[in-house]
């Protein structure tokens, strides 16, 4: 099975540069990926923080900031958001809105 990357930008001095959606093939792993210099990054599920399991893990090295989820599957589908804090002290996120696609 082929991962799914779904990738978003934000800017500098806090502007978010562009927000992606995309529907995924069900059981199928997805990364998502957001790129932007920005700190003490989190990623929400529907607003939610979310905390980290077998299932689902975040990775960021100060620009690329991942959450790597093991099988999408639609109770999954929703809105996730990568929240930080720029290097001027200002703080960004960007959506990315997933959804399953049924076979």
Known sequence: MDEVKVVGNVGQQGALMSASSATVPNNHPV????????????????????????????????FTHELFI???????????TCKGNTPDGGTVSCDIKVSTLME
Do not use: H
Request: proline fraction near 2%; glycine fraction near 10%.
């Open 70 to 80: 093991d099988r999408m599957t639609p109770d999954r589908d929703g809105t996730y």
């Open 31 to 62: 990364i998502l990926e957001v790129r932007g210099e920005v700190d003490d990054v989190e990623w929400m599920y529907n607003g939610q923080k979310i905390q980290q399991s077998s299932s689902t893990r975040a990775t960021s090295d100060g």
